[in-house]
Each structure stands twice: as structure tokens, then as C-alpha cells.
């Protein structure tokens, strides 16, 4: 019985990530009720590891789920004062719930309208995070206030109160049309793009990454006329594809320069540069070169690191091409910092430092790591290493994260 357990709790699983965001979806699009169907929800994974050792795995394990979760929504309603329209409509989707596809069209719309509806710009940005997290990746509350760096109980009463926002200001469920869907499209990509970001940062967890990028993926199968959406994706795989060279066997940063580049995944680069290619292709069909977004300029950005065979064979007057531009699209004091690095390496280490010295000049900048950072590198290239071990130590004083603590201060020892 072990091994049937073991078995059924790898199906469980399995059925989850590919069912449990269709489940909440269409049970939040009926009864309006965040907290039900993701009760219910649960309820009906931990019913199959019960059940599925001793009864075998059903035909189609998602449809399954669905009609528990179901049912038990049906039961939990029908002891409550409810409207009829919502019981007629939890059993209609039990006349589909066991034969649904995956990708059916209204169960896929359901799923775009809950990542809509999550990334709703009446809620802060944070709580747009954390709700995407909660109820789209089914990642564990604890999780997300250990990325957020606060308590359970402080998550909890933040997901609670996004949830609420949501009833009480009436947002509606639904992916917006026209205009406003290409208002709202950016926000929704920047919570994925943050999502992203708290995985791949030098203490993050990869498991957000790789929500990410599956939400990714998922947008792009909804919305594909938006190059923007596989952009980003792009951008996530050519970034994600290092993750297995970024730490040494102790567990410390390896810099980008010393990677073992064999260790990167090359599928997901091959995937983002075709990707690439088809944007850039489409773009020439349609209307002719065009300015690029701001996502597809850092995945091109990523390609150039990810495609070079070395750092010397780094394309870097092409990577600091792409930097000008996206500091025309969206002037902000990190941009100008890697605009200085990438013209240090493409036109000389004393160009990156005049470009530095720009970006720096609001005071932006002053207690952030990385450019104090940026300025030791560019500094040692120049020729003073003293100065420069000293910036280095300097950074690491900033750091937020042990990890990027010890790589400072080794290029520091080193120099």
C-alpha cells in the first residue's frame, strides 16, 4: 500500500498542476467565492490520495478533480442561502467537468480571466504578487511570506484583504476588450516579470521562476498576437537557463564570466532565440522594423550572453544598441546602470564610468549595491585596483543576501 500511496500522490500531483488553476477558476467565475473554491480544491486532491490507491487512477485524473471539487462546492451552497443561477451553473459544469480537455476554450478563458483578475491595478502591487502566487500557482502561504520576508499571519491578512477588495469593489471576472485589455496587459506581465524575479535573485526560490514561466506559456496560448507576452517568456527561459551554473559545489555566485557554459540548458536557449526569430520575422511581414518593447530588448539583451560561445566572444556593441533603446522606452535609474556597464565593455571601461557617474548623479543609486558594484568592476578595468577592492567591500556592506555578500567580497580578495 506504501508504493500505491506513493504512486498515488506522484499522480495527485501531477493532476494538480494541471487541473488545480482550471478547478479554482471555474469555481471562483460561479460563486464569486475566492476562499470556497479553493477549499474546495484541496479538499478534492487530498480525497484522490485517498481514494486512488485502492480504487486506481480514473481515465482522466483532471476531469476527476474537477467533479469532486464540484460536488463539494454544491453541498457547501446548498446549506447556505444561494442564488439558483449559481446551482444551475455548478451543474452544468458537472455535465462537462468529466470530459473537459485541457485546453477546452471556456475553461482556458477561465484561467485568463483569473490571472486578470489577480493583477487587477485596484490592488497593490504586492498583493497582486502574492494572489497570483496564492490561488493561480497554488504555491503554500508560508512560502510566499518567507519571499516576502513577513509572518504567515501577516500573508494571510494580506491575501485576505486583496480577496475582499476584489468582492467589495465588485472588480470583474473577466479578461478586459479593447483598449483596456492593452492597458492592463502591461501590469499583468510586470507581476509575472516580479514573480520571476523573486526566484532567480541570488536567495530566491526557483520554484517562483518556474511559475513564471509556466504563466508565461499559458498567456502566450491565450493572447498570441502579443509579442510582448513571448517576449517575456523568452526572456524568463534565456535567464532561467543558467540557474543550474550559477552556484559553485559550496553554494557561492558564480559571475556570469566564470560560468560553466556547458552547464546552461541549451533547449531553453534554442526555444528563446526561435522565439526571437519569429517576432523579429513578424514584425518584418507586418509593418517593417519597428521599435521593439521593452521585454523583447532585455530578451535580446539575454540572447547576446546566452548564444556567445565566450565573454570574449560577447556581443557587447549590439548589447549596449539594445540598452540605448530601452532607456528611451523607460528612462529609470537601474536601466542607466546597466546601460553603463554594457558601454564599459563595448567602448571602454572610462565610457562606462562617464555613463555611471550620469545615471548616479540624482542619487538614485547611492546605497545600491550593484552599482557601487558596477563601479568597482569598471574601476579594475581601468587599472586601479585598489580603489577598486575598496568599491567592492563597499558593495558588500549594502547587500541584502549572504550569497551576494561572499561574491563581492572575493572579487575584493582577488584584487
Not at 486512488?52 to 451552497?77: E, F, K, Q, S, Y
Not at 577598486?388 to 582577488?414: P, T, V
Request: some cysteine; hydrophobic content about 45%; aromatic content about 4%.
Amino acid at each position: 500500500m506504501t508504493d500505491a500511496r506513493a504512486a498515488a500522490a506522484d499522480a495527485a500531483a501531477a493532476a494538480a498542476t494541471e487541473a488545480y488553476q482550471r478547478i479554482v477558476a471555474a469555481l471562483i467565475r460561479i460563486t464569486g467565492d475566492w476562499t470556497l473554491a479553493e477549499d474546495c480544491a484541496q479538499e478534492a486532491l487530498a480525497l484522490a490520495l485517498d481514494r486512488w490507491p485502492v480504487d486506481g487512477l480514473p481515465d482522466n485524473p483532471g476531469g476527476w478533480l474537477m467533479t469532486v471539487a464540484r460536488n463539494r462546492a454544491l453541498d457547501v451552497l446548498r446549506r447556505g442561502t444561494v442564488e439558483r443561477r449559481k446551482l444551475r451553473e455548478l451543474a452544468v459544469l458537472a455535465l462537462t467537468a468529466a470530459t473537459a480537455e485541457p485546453e477546452r476554450e471556456e475553461i482556458v478563458d477561465d484561467r485568463l480571466r483569473l490571472i486578470f483578475t489577480c493583477c487587477h491595478p485596484a490592488l497593490p502591487l504586492e498583493a497582486r504578487v502574492a494572489l497570483t502566487l496564492r490561488t493561480i500557482c497554488a504555491v503554500a502561504t508560508a512560502d510566499i511570506a518567507r519571499a516576502f520576508l513577513v509572518s504567515e499571519s501577516t500573508m494571510t491578512r494580506r491575501l485576505t484583504r486583496a480577496k475582499t477588495k476584489i468582492t467589495e469593489a465588485r472588480i470583474p471576472y473577466r479578461v478586459p476588450t479593447g483598449p483596456a485589455r492593452a492597458e492592463r496587459l502591461p501590469g499583468v506581465l510586470a507581476v509575472l516579470y516580479l514573480l520571476f524575479t523573486h526566484g532567480y535573485n541570488a536567495d530566491g526560490e526557483p520554484a517562483f521562476a518556474e511559475e513564471a514561466i509556466r504563466l508565461a506559456r499559458l498567456l502566450g496560448r491565450l493572447m498570441p498576437d502579443q509579442a510582448e507576452v513571448h517576449a517575456l517568456r523568452a526572456l524568463f527561459l534565456l535567464q532561467h537557463s543558467r540557474r543550474h551554473a550559477r552556484r559553485d559545489p559550496a553554494g557561492d555566485l558564480v559571475p556570469l564570466d566564470r560560468q560553466d557554459r556547458s552547464r546552461w540548458d541549451h533547449a531553453a536557449i534554442g526555444e528563446a532565440v526561435g522565439i526571437l526569430s519569429e517576432l523579429r520575422e513578424s514584425e518584418l511581414r507586418e509593418s517593417g522594423p519597428a521599435e521593439s518593447g521593452p521585454y523583447a530588448l532585455q530578451a535580446r539583451i539575454a540572447a547576446c550572453h546566452a548564444t556567445a560561445a565566450s565573454v570574449a566572444d560577447t556581443d557587447w556593441i549590439r548589447i549596449a544598441d539594445c540598452y540605448d533603446q530601452l532607456a528611451r522606452l523607460q528612462p529609470n535609474p537601474v536601466i542607466e546602470l546597466n546601460r553603463a556597464v554594457a558601454h564599459g565593455y563595448a567602448y571602454g571601461p572610462e565610457a562606462g564610468l562617464d555613463l555611471l557617474a550620469r545615471a548616479r548623479a540624482g542619487g538614485a543609486l547611492d546605497d545600491y549595491p550593484l552599482a557601487i558594484a558596477a563601479e568597482a568592476d569598471l574601476t579594475a578595468r581601468a587599472g586601479d585596483r585598489v580603489r577598486a577592492a575598496d568599491l567592492f567591500r563597499a558593495a558588500a556592506a549594502r547587500a541584502h543576501g549572504d550569497a551576494e555578500r561572499r561574491a563581492l567580497l572575493d572579487r575584493a580578495d582577488e584584487l
